[in-house]
């Protein structure tokens, strides 16, 4: 079962170019990137914020790591201004999370992991010291606004907590792409407990985050998915330290950071010690059921403008941290689920997940019906198409901070959803006809805003509505295959063939691929249950048949054998000869079979290997092929 990747939150950069007036993404490059060699510290200031902005566009990725713009921000961390070395932080934050494996080596080919290590301890110091220089000073003024350098530009504690925090989110960002520097920090007692010590520090804050927070968010990526670093932390961590975590778990917080640092730190927990799953499960279900999406709506919706506002009011903060936390809560829970000993689409996944100490955990406590519940809530439509617009459809007005935040809690919950399928019982989780509706809708929701898409410049927003259709599509496929009782929407399926269809036209199959092979399986699963009613049903099992016979001609092995499994169980049955007849199925078969060979004899001449995922099926292919077509010829097809 796939876990859900981390949702590293990327920064946009300050005084980044307006969106609507961009010039190719190349084009703005060099002229960002010179900037931050600028002998004037407002122009590198305004270059660490062009290139933030910068990176989070993917088509911007490669000309920054081209131009050396890593190596450029690390030289800008001793800046003799405080506010360039913030966003010179920021900005490679940005380009680390967006350029992933790449730009994180490229990173650490200038400031190796020792080398974060001593900027870490270097800023913590400083503001160890400021802190305790103003802890008996009455604080007095408002937090300063960030901005450009000013005349007086100097370090205060609000800079230097700004710059801690945002140094500890890049700490996150590296780690999570190098699981060298995770073994490395893993292994360093010092920092882990300092790590610890910042978790009890609230009153550090940067905007929506504090000190405890980051420091909380970066203890759970060094222990997650990593058994040897888990290993050598939990030696590392002495009982003193133990119970300062334990004692955060068992405090009743009272600020919405102090629930997401105590969100966090259980899943930290957990990881240390599988015995507080209680706890943990615990914790996060009071979370995310403390969310309600009528009132996230009343917040992220503008009260007067059609257009989506800047909210800064110190509500509005909360109710971010607030969905923060239930992300959060959402991505430990699709960890839970997946970190049973229950099988991969196997029929023996529910005995199998009952058995577990996890199954047993979420099934005592009626998880899945708490969950379901809330997954309603969360994926309901909204109460006006106005709403459902502004608050799902990033292509129609302008994103901000709640709205990012509120999209990325419901493709958490369609993960943890698709989790959830795959090992309970149906009827543990809802009613299965809802859920099935409701899958479908939402579906049908989120296709129609990918065709909204034009793809310039919104490369990233079409992945993400990519992985949420394929998740909702595998989703689709499970309630399908374990509930018999499910009522087949031939007009849903018509639609769901076209929008693939039209995404081969477009030749989007290579990024779509996920998406296209969920819905192979679905239509294969689908048709298999209609009934031949000469009718609506033949036409149906003929658009399902034409899309897996288009789909034998796409450069994906993987693709061509799903399809061609499709067609197998399709047409397996003698009730849809007509149709094979209508499409000529026969022959275009024969054909693939000629055009697999050639390609599996390709990857042996290149000693290429075919992927571990899609060599059972393959062998399936393989070995079902011929027969499939010698029993077909023999009825005259």
């Known amino acids: ?66 131009c050396r713009t890593c190596e450029t921000l690390v030289g800008l961390f001793g800046d003799e ?21 790449e730009a994180t080596d490229k990173c650490l080919t200038v400031c190796s992991a020792d080398q974060l290590k001593g900027f870490y301890n270097t800023i913590l110091g400083k503001l160890q010291t400021m802190m305790a220089a103003t802890a008996t000073q009455e604080e007095k003024g408002e937090k300063k606004v960030e901005g450009p350098p000013t005349d007086d530009d100097a370090d205060t504690l609000d800079m230097v907590s700004d710059t801690m925090i945002a140094f500890i989110h890049l700490l996150s960002a ?42 909380s968010e970066l203890l759970l990526v060094l222990c997650e998915d990593n058994s040897a670093a888990l290993q050598t932390i939990t030696s590392k961590i002495s009982p003193d330290h133990h119970t300062l975590l334990q004692q955060t778990l068992n405090a009743k917080p009272m600020t919405p950071n102090q629930v997401l640092t105590q969100v966090t730190l259980a899943g930290v927990m957990w990881q240390l010690n599988p015995t507080s799953l209680p706890r943990l499960l615990e914790i996060v279900t009071n979370c995310i059921s403390s969310l309600s999406p009528q009132a996230a709506y009343e917040k992220i919706l503008p009260l007067s403008s059609k257009e989506q506002q800047k909210l800064k009011d110190e509500e509005s903060a909360k109710l971010l941290t607030q969905i923060r936390c239930v992300k959060t809560s959402l991505e430990l829970c699709v960890n839970v689920v997946c970190s049973s000993e229950a099988a991969n689409d196997q ?35 909204c109460p006006s198409e106005e709403c459902e617009i502004a608050l799902r459809d990033p292509t129609r007005t302008a994103v901000d901070d709640l709205q990012d935040e509120f999209s990325d809690v419901e493709s958490a919950v369609i993960v943890l959803l698709m989790n959830l399928v795959m090992v309970m019982p149906l009827s543990m989780i809802g009613s299965p006809d809802a859920l099935w509706k409701s899958l479908q809708s939402v579906f049908a929701r989120d296709a129609a805003i990918l065709t909204r898409i034009t793809g310039k410049g919104e490369a990233r927003l079409e992945q993400k509505m990519l992985a ?3 998740n909702l599509c595998q989703c689709l496929w499970t309630v399908l295959r374990k509930d018999t009782s499910c009522q087949i929407d031939v007009s849903f399926i018509s639609s769901l063939v076209q929008f693939v269809g039209q995404r081969r036209l477009n030749r989007k199959v ?9 819905v192979l399986r679905f239509i294969s699963e689908a048709a298999q249950k209609l009934e031949d009613d000469k009718g609506p049903n033949a036409e149906i099992v003929s658009l399902c048949g034409q899309l897996s016979m288009d789909c034998l001609r796409e450069a994906s092995l993987e693709v061509n ?43 042996r001449s290149t000693n290429a290997p075919v992927n571990d995922n899609v060599a059972p099926r393959l062998e399936m292919v393989t070995s079902n092929l011929q027969p499939f077509i010698e029993y077909k010829k023999s009825r005259g097809l």
């Open 81 to 101: 201004s405080p506010s360039v070395r913030l966003a010179s932080v920021r900005a490679l934050e940005n380009l680390v999370l967006s350029g992933e494996t």
């Open 174 to 215: 590296v780690c999570y792409f190098s699981e060298n520097v995770v073994n490395n920090f893993s292994h360093d007692t010092e920092l882990l407990a300092s790590l610890i010590q910042c978790t009890q520090i609230s009153q550090v804050e940067s905007n929506t985050h504090t000190l405890s927070t980051a420091s």
């Open 468 to 470: 949420r259709l394929e």
């Open 510 to 518: 290579e990024q779509s691929e996920g998406l296209v092979l969920s």
């Open 1 to 66: 079962m796939p876990k859900l990747k981390k949702s590293l939150k990327k920064q946009q950069g300050e005084g980044g170019a307006p969106k609507q007036e961009q010039q190719p993404a190349k084009v703005r490059t060099v002229p960002a990137v010179k900037k931050l060699s600028h002998k004037e510290k407002t122009e590198r200031w305004q270059g660490c914020n062009d290139v933030a902005a910068l990176a989070l566009e993917s088509e911007a990725v490669a000309p920054l790591l081209a």
């Open 561 to 603: 054998v799903e399809a061609m499994i499709a067609i197998i169980d399709i047409f397996s049955d003698d009730q849809w000869d007509d149709v094979m007849k209508k499409l000529n199925m026969t022959r275009n078969i024969e054909t693939f079979t000629t055009f697999l060979d050639n390609k599996l004899s390709i990857l």
């Open 347 to 381: 029929e023996d996944d529910e005995e199998i997940f009952r058995s577990t100490q996890v199954g047993s955990a979420l099934i005592g406590m009626k998880f899945g019906e708490v969950i379901g519940a809330k997954a309603a809530e969360f994926l309901a439509p």
